[in-house]
């Protein structure tokens, strides 16, 4: 599970660290005055833990309000947010008022004290999963799960895509929504690179890839290893969208763009940016060799743009290279792969259930696919 | 590995070349520990062997041995960190491996040994291992969760292709990691990996075929339901025997106990043994159970997060 800690005291930072170090779930520092930007481009789901050190009661309440908008008890559609409170100085009156606002978790001055204890947070998402479950079959999105049946045994009804349950009842997206993809722009560009000519301007499956944590990577290794790490990311990338016609076209630092030819029926750079997503692991301990293993991010559209080869792009103009850069700077999430509404006509029928709504970015409808992680 | 007589004489002249009697005598040890050149050789203990003598019947009784890759990697040690601290440049050496890719295996620096080109072939004992002596292995042994119901339940063709798929799934995930099928029986088999770090690339494999398998299922499976199927790693000293069914082995009995008894479907089950030369890179996605007492496992499956 993701867990973004939202604090600026480096205690409650530190405290938070038996987390990552536990390499169960995947761990997020931000400072407080990130709340409400991050909620509000995030669709995923994860645990969030905001540090009400400093605030005053006015306040406090005032956080609560904004928090039980996006968490379970919301009547939003894409209201799985689930949140905790930690209370370092066990500053509030009346703990237990949290959990009417939808919290799932208190963490207070005693329990600060002591070493935090993951199995905490296991019992903790394990209660907020069961929370989510019955606010999402009780509150009437349940109209629009045409795949749900009740157990014989009366449980909540499971959901699944390729024999892996869906922890929680899940709103089935409804494909007839995405409008049809905008062909009469298409400049198809073939099934290989045989025929694109440069100067020339042709339609492309465009993936912004990106390794991440290039903060955290930036500060702890020296120059030397950065470059050897994204090398060997990018031999990865080769390997897994080489074969459907990727390239590395352009690339700074520890993200790029990669092209694929685009010839108006296959789909196959979508199901190795799939691939390459759901094995993330396996790169990360196989190519890149890390024990403490990043996330990558992967972003998928399809644009037009005059094609010239890798290094002499300086000078391209195209608002489909500004989007997919700004989709996956600014909007896409850690960890996932995320799709636009150009996608959606070329995935199999079996994969909508994998479709999330993200809401829109610079006026396009984005999504983002489930892929199954380690348990 | 068919050995050519030139690749013999190359060997004998750069022996020859590079060391004394009492050094090659010295090195052979390292492969034969009781080896008596003079007794080799016939030469009395009281006339020296000639330098070439001495080789040509190492040479000799390494391709009797059928073990000529072994002999020419431990040359390959020789030339590079030298014996006792001195050096020792085998002349040939260049030519000699030239002549070993040409029988379709590579050197692998990191390993310190020929393997087979897995391009050119690919055989049940890498090319290296001898029938009935004993290696350290580690297994990978996949079924297929109920087998029998699934073939009841849908018509020969059907289950034909869907355990075809599964075969190939298997096998070329298992081989890129330089894996062997050592058996399959339609509903399952058993791989083997060889060497000390082989319970890195089985562990990747039974990882990788989990992630395959879901996506076959998504996107390809023409069964109603998902192919589901157990996975259990372990490793241990083992006798090889190039017919599978030779090989009696409390490793490969544990080995399947761990499958049928502490898996679950859809999940790999590593052993204590094998997850404790497994590199942390791979562990960390490992959690433990104990299903009782007397063993302590390591788990990895999958799953959607909310």
């Not at chain 1, 743009?305 to 600014?330: M, P």
């Not at chain 1, 995935?347 to 348990?375: C, Q, S």
């Not at chain 2, 009281?46 to 009784?61: C, L, T």
Request: glycine share 8%.
């Amino acid at each position: 599970m993701e867990v973004h800690v939202f604090s600026n005291s480096k205690r409650s930072a530190e405290w938070f660290d038996a987390i990552r170090r536990s390499k169960k779930h995947l761990l997020e520092l931000h400072g407080y005055e990130e709340l409400k930007a991050w909620t509000r481009q995030y669709a995923g789901s994860a645990l969030i833990y905001v540090d009400i050190l400093g605030l005053d009661e006015k306040e406090v309440g005032k956080l609560m309000r904004y928090l039980s908008s996006l968490g379970p008890i919301s009547r939003k559609p894409n209201g799985n947010l689930l949140f905790g409170i930690l209370d370092p100085k066990g500053a509030l009156k009346d703990s237990a008022e949290l959990f009417h606002f939808g919290a799932i978790d208190y963490i207070g001055k005693q329990l600060f004290a002591s070493s935090l204890d993951t199995r905490r947070l296991d019992r903790a998402a394990g209660f907020a999963q069961n929370v989510l479950t019955r606010a999402v079959t009780s509150n009437g999105n349940g109209a629009n799960h045409a795949e749900l049946s009740e157990t014989e045994t009366g449980e909540p009804p499971k959901q699944s895509v390729g024999g892996i349950d869906f922890p929680q009842a899940v709103g089935m997206f409804d494909i007839r929504s995405v409008p049809a993809a905008d062909s009469a722009s298409y400049r198809y560009s073939g099934s290989d690179w045989s025929v694109i000519e440069p100067d020339t301007e042709y339609t492309f499956w465009f993936a912004f890839v990106s390794l991440n944590a290039s903060r955290e990577l930036a500060g702890q290794q020296s120059t030397g290893q950065s470059a050897r790490l994204v090398g060997a990311f990018q031999e990865a990338l080769d390997r897994y969208f080489g074969p459907s016609g990727g390239k590395i076209w352009m690339w700074k630092d520890f993200s790029g763009l990669m092209l694929f030819p685009f010839d108006g029926t296959a789909w196959a750079p979508v199901l190795a940016a799939y691939r390459f997503i759901m094995n993330q692991n396996l790169v990360n301990a196989e190519d890149l060799g890390l024990s403490v293993p990043i996330s990558f991010q992967v972003a998928l559209d399809i644009g037009n743009t005059t094609y010239r080869e890798a290094g002499k792009t300086g000078t391209i103009i195209s608002d489909s290279v500004n989007y997919i850069f700004h989709l996956g700077q600014k909007f896409a999430p850690h960890g996932s792969l995320t799709i636009t509404s150009q996608i959606i006509p070329f995935l199999p029928e079996r994969m909508t259930p994998l479709i999330v709504p993200m809401g829109k970015f610079e006026g396009r409808a984005v999504y983002r696919l489930r892929v199954p992680t380690p348990a | 590995m068919r050995v050519r007589n030139r690749l013999q004489n190359l060997c004998v002249r750069g022996l020859s070349q590079a060391m004394d009697v009492y050094t090659m005598s010295h090195l052979i040890r390292r492969m034969f520990p009781n080896y008596d050149l003079n007794e080799r050789t016939g030469f009395p203990d009281s006339i020296p062997i000639p330098r070439k003598d001495a080789a040509a019947q190492i040479v000799e009784d390494c391709v009797n041995a059928g073990r000529m890759l072994e002999f020419v990697a431990m040359l390959i040690d020789v030339d590079r960190d030298g014996i006792m601290g001195r050096v020792y440049r085998v002349a040939l050496l260049r030519k000699i491996v030239e002549e070993i890719v040409d029988e379709g295996y590579l050197y692998d620096a990191e390993k310190r040994r020929f393997v087979e080109d897995s391009v050119q072939q690919r055989t049940k004992n890498w090319g290296l291992l001898h029938e009935g002596e004993e290696y350290l292995f580690t297994f990978l042994r996949l079924d297929i969760v109920g087998n029998s119901t699934l073939v009841r339940s849908y018509s020969a063709e059907a289950i034909a292709q869907t355990y075809s798929d599964l075969r190939s799934i298997v096998q070329s995930i298992i081989e890129k990691r330089d894996g062997r099928v050592w058996s399959w029986e339609g509903d399952g088999g058993v791989c083997a990996f060889h060497g000390p770090g082989a319970s890195n690339p089985a562990s990747l494999c039974a990882m990788e075929i989990l992630h395959e398998l879901y996506l076959y299922n998504t996107l390809h499976c023409q069964l109603s339901e998902p192919l589901r199927v157990r996975i259990a790693v372990h490793n241990g000293n083992c006798e090889f025997h190039d017919a599978f069914e030779d090989i009696k082995s409390e490793v490969i009995k544990k080995l399947v106990d761990i499958e049928s008894r502490f898996t679950d479907p859809y999940s790999v089950t590593v052993s204590k043994t094998a997850h404790s030369t497994l590199d942390a890179a791979i562990s960390g996605y490992l959690s433990d159970f104990q299903p009782d007492s007397r063993n302590s496992l390591y788990r990895y499956s999958l799953k959607f997060e909310g």
